[in-house]
């Protein structure tokens, strides 16, 4: 899948499997990148996607490098899920923190700081 292919695959999702309530205060919408995407902190671990609250706003970004790098050679069935999984995931850093919950955020740290322990163990 080219990266013109991949934009217009995420419009198509976004448009006709995520509900409109959902991007409320989205004001960015689901952007697309050509990155593959690393850690900032742990250089081995890829990121398929980021919810981002910035100066510009709020977002989805998804990146396309990271999603090539395991499913290049995979059906497009394959990438559908996964990018929908990637869309769902990010959605809900988005409602839980309008909510002011951000209990998936807190979850990531936790198991962020897991790998980092056990890395130290080794």
């Known amino acids: 899948m080219t990266y013109e292919e991949f934009v217009?695959?995420?419009?198509?999702i976004v448009a006709n499997e995520v509900p409109a309530e959902l991007l409320e205060e989205l004001?960015?919408?689901?952007?697309t990148s050509e990155k593959l995407m690393r850690d900032t902190d742990e250089k081995n671990f890829m990121v398929f996607?980021?919810?981002?609250?910035?100066?510009?706003?709020?977002?989805?970004?998804l990146y396309y490098g990271t999603f090539l790098h395991f499913?290049?050679?995979?059906?497009?069935?394959r990438w559908e899920r996964e990018v929908l999984k990637v869309?769902?995931?990010e959605l809900r850093h988005?409602?839980?923190?309008?909510a002011g919950q951000e209990d998936l955020a807190r979850l990531e740290r936790w198991?962020?700081?897991?790998?980092?322990?056990?890395?130290?163990?080794?």
């Open 8 to 12: 217009d695959f995420v419009e198509c």
């Open 27 to 31: 004001n960015g919408g689901v952007q």
């Open 49 to 61: 996607g980021h919810y981002i609250r910035d100066n510009l706003g709020k977002r989805v970004m």
């Open 71 to 77: 499913y290049e050679n995979k059906p497009v069935e």
């Open 87 to 89: 869309i769902k995931h």
């Open 94 to 98: 988005h409602i839980e923190a309008r």
């Open 111 to 122: 198991e962020k700081e897991q790998r980092k322990r056990k890395r130290r163990k080794k």
